[in-house]
């Protein structure tokens, strides 16, 4: 990547592009939908446009339990079709992005009592593999209950009856989305974040494009686009209202809350999925020296730019963590820090929040407006070339063109060119052994060879500077850093510390101890004015008062 296609400093020459373009396709929404739509799109030879109201993945798609999950739950709900794709998209995520997504075996413990059986965790786990298509080495195994205390001897003893153990595959979700926006941005697409579209606007009734908003200066322009996709998650229905087109079903907004504590608090040797005395599922994960633990499911009806976690929320997860883990005893006292997400999902009449499907629907309004909602990380990919499938055939109707059928399922997303995931261990141990003999300890050489995966060249490329440059700030950092103002697009310390490097979230103390300098190096860098230093720090402040605090809603 030789361009910086995708520097935060080139913004006004991106805006320059959004005005002077009539884009085929304009993309409403930067989270993993939209931008795999955006992908999609450009490679097929549309012109594509996307922008995003806040940061690239800062809604849902930075806010997931970080697993790209079959869905081994919906088979309850006989969603099998779903099972079935979603299952099968795991193994292309992980082809074409094998940095981003590790398989992890994950313990079923049933209980006498509980929502599973030995049978029907067997036969459940069974169909699964068969169902996803789950590689022979991968399908799932049965334990005896003395052999599911080996393998995690923190689960309760009690009414114990055994196991199941199967593969998931756990991702970085932020990291993922801004890959696929970094190989859309390689492809053409002209990406820009912190753009937010105000107004929609027409010709003879058909969609057109719209006004949109720079969050950064204020200015408004005009984007020209032949088809709008409205991706925006949370936000469906807002733009759907601007359209005047929100008719038939509609979202209903649930929260999911995860908590994480330090290995020495919560020491879980084993990924766990349990179920909860109410009958839901909780997964429990050890991840980077931590251990996280989620999620809730609840109705939420607030501003969904600012989920947070309650008190309830809170109790409710360590009440499900001390009834599953009973010796380690957990208290508020020890959760280090939390993210609260919004799952925008398609409103059933009469269901609770844990059994409305996760199922994507595509909604064409008579303007022209094509939106997409509800839907799972996991199947993002596929979500998006059924989109495109439909912005091909509409494009072609109007004599705009001949589009081939979606190449995405092949293609590595940006930091993923290992040649297939059979590769990557290889590469994780050279590069990393090459990190080491520059000076980096063996934790920190791996952490950034698995972040940036052959992108990690470029980032290593940031250190050409004199030491005395770096404001005493360890070296790995300081190219994290530039890399992602020269590559990601990365404008606020937020961006940096949540979506970039996940940071908040898994290593808040590092995240106080650097804020500062983190904080300078981006004013000087970026050239920010006194009020808007002033402003990104208030809101990085708040983030992380966010991450630790409950809210007393």
Excluded at 224 to 251: C, F, Q, Y
Aim: hydrophobic share 35%; with cysteine; proline share 4%.
């Amino acid at each position: 990547m030789t361009q910086h296609h995708f520097s935060s400093k080139n913004r006004t020459e991106r805006i320059k592009q959004l005005k002077q373009t009539h884009f085929d396709v304009l993309v409403i929404g930067g989270g993993i939908t939209g931008a795999g739509i955006a992908l999609d799109a450009q490679t097929r030879g549309m012109s594509t446009a996307l922008i995003e109201m806040q940061d690239y993945a800062s809604g849902t798609s930075s806010r997931s339990t970080k697993l790209v999950h079959g869905g081994l739950r919906y088979l309850k709900q006989f969603e099998v079709k779903m099972v079935a794709e979603v299952g099968k998209e795991r193994a292309v995520v992980y082809e074409n992005a094998p940095h981003v997504t590790t398989p992890e075996w994950m313990l079923l413990p049933f209980y006498h009592g509980g929502t599973f059986g030995a049978f029907s965790t067997s036969i459940g786990l069974r169909v699964y593999d068969y169902l996803a298509g789950v590689k022979r080495k991968e399908r799932r195994v049965m334990f005896s209950p003395e052999e599911t205390l080996r393998r995690e001897p923190l689960l309760k003893k009690e009414g114990l009856k055994g196991g199941g153990y199967y593969v998931e595959y756990r991702t970085d979700d932020a990291r993922l989305t801004m890959e696929v926006m970094k190989k859309g941005a390689e492809t053409g697409v002209t990406a820009l974040n912190y753009v937010r579209a105000d107004k929609l606007l027409y010709e003879q009734g058909k969609l057109c494009g719209v006004e949109a908003r720079d969050e950064v200066t204020g200015e408004t322009f005009t984007i020209r686009a032949h088809r709008v996709v409205n991706a925006t998650g949370p936000w469906v229905d807002e733009i759907r209202e601007m359209d005047r087109s929100k008719r038939g079903k509609t979202l209903r907004l649930t929260k999911g809350v995860h908590l994480v504590f330090d290995a020495s608090r919560f020491p879980l040797k084993q990924a766990v999925y349990f179920d909860t005395p109410d009958g839901r599922m909780v997964f429990a994960i050890p991840r980077d020296g931590k251990t996280y633990i989620g999620t809730t499911d609840t109705d939420y009806k607030a501003d969904p730019k600012h989920p947070t976690m309650s008190e309830e929320d809170r109790a409710y997860i360590l009440r499900a963590a001390n009834d599953m883990f009973p010796s380690i005893r957990l208290t508020e006292a020890d959760v280090e820090s939390s993210w609260a997400g919004v799952r925008p999902l398609i409103y059933q009449e009469g269901k609770s929040p844990s059994e409305i499907s996760r199922r994507d629907e595509i909604f064409r309004s008579d303007s022209g407006l094509i939106t997409i909602a509800g839907g799972k990380l996991t199947g993002y990919r596929k979500m998006a070339e059924t989109v495109t499938d439909l912005l091909a055939k509409e494009l072609k109707e109007e004599g705009r063109g001949v589009y081939p059928a979606s190449s995405t399922k092949h293609l590595p997303l940006s930091g993923g060119d290992f040649g297939g995931s059979v590769r990557y261990p290889d590469f994780l141990k050279t590069k990393t052994a090459e990190l080491r003999r520059q000076g980096l300890n063996g934790t920190e050489a791996e952490s950034l060879v698995r972040r940036y995966g052959t992108n990690v060249d470029s980032v290593w490329g940031m250190l050409s500077m004199k030491d005395e440059e770096y404001g005493g700030m360890p070296k790995e950092l300081y190219a994290a850093l530039m890399y992602s103002m020269e590559y990601e697009q990365t404008l606020t310390p937020a961006d940096f510390f949540i979506r970039r490097t996940g940071a908040l979230f898994f290593d808040i103390t590092w995240v106080r101890r650097w804020q500062e300098g983190v904080i300078s190096l981006m004013s000087r860098h970026l050239g920010w004015s006194a009020d808007q230093e002033t402003k990104y720090r208030a809101e990085l402040a708040k983030e992380i008062q966010a991450a630790v605090v409950p809210s007393s809603s």
